[in-house]
């Protein structure tokens, strides 16, 4: 008995593992009708990550999947997400996708809300090794950077902007951070690989100092 065919939503970061997740499910057959991308509307960033807003219509049209961003604060995350994933709902998808490998908590988190509204949670990386999920991503040709890294972990600044590649990964490990970053000690912008039309173009700009990390600020570049 063949395996059915369903439409999804997912829970996109911009970032490596959803990117990945993303890939899988598409790969299986699956159709995806929306990304729901987290925005903070208090920089107009997209939460965790810090993907500018203004890339994100951009990655859309790219990729060739329709955005829903869920924009809010940190009072209200939760509910506008409710309200991304109801969208969502609408559009026919029967469950959301999330890129989490193995930390319970988040997991827990995404079952809870996806019961709420109906869906079912997907987690096509769960309990896989982080380390192959990172060396799949990058051997499937998909290009990312660096755009934050943590200050709990002291991850150096250095890092920003870089591409994410075998050999930076032989750097993290070196360091002794987890490289797939699972811990939050570092986040990436996927902006091109084997799902995108075109890719995302953009140019570094200054790097922005918060309480918990440090984030490459992007700005558009066209033609």
């Not at 049209?61 to 995350?77: D, E, F, Q, R």
């Not at 920003?160 to 990436?188: A, M, Q, S, V």
Request: proline share 1%.
């Amino acid at each position: 008995m063949g395996i059915t065919k369903e439409k999804f939503c997912l829970s996109y970061s911009l970032g490596k593992d959803s990117t990945l997740a993303l890939n899988r499910m598409i790969e299986k057959g699956h159709r995806p009708v929306a990304l729901i991308i987290s925005v903070n509307e208090d920089y107009n960033l997209t939460w965790f990550h810090g993907v500018e807003n203004n890339f994100l219509d951009k990655v859309s049209k790219s990729l060739g999947i329709k955005i829903i961003k869920a924009v809010g604060n940190g009072k209200n995350y939760r509910e506008v997400l409710k309200d991304g994933l109801k969208e969502a709902k609408g559009l026919g998808a029967t469950s959301c996708v999330f890129g989490d490998i193995d930390i319970e908590e988040h997991k827990e988190w995404g079952n809870k809300i996806c019961e709420e509204v109906g869906l079912k949670s997907v987690y096509p990386l769960w309990q896989e090794n982080r380390e192959t999920i990172v060396k799949e991503f990058i051997n499937k040709g998909f290009k990312g950077i660096v755009k934050t890294v943590s200050k709990e972990y002291k991850v150096s600044k250095e890092f920003l902007g870089r591409d994410l590649n075998l050999e930076l990964l032989e750097e993290f490990r070196k360091i002794g951070i987890d490289l797939c970053g699972e811990n939050g000690e570092y986040h990436t912008f996927v902006y091109d690989g084997k799902l995108f039309k075109e890719p995302i173009k953009f140019k570094k700009m200054s790097i922005h100092e918060s309480e918990y990390s440090y984030s490459l600020m992007l700005g558009e570049l066209d033609g």
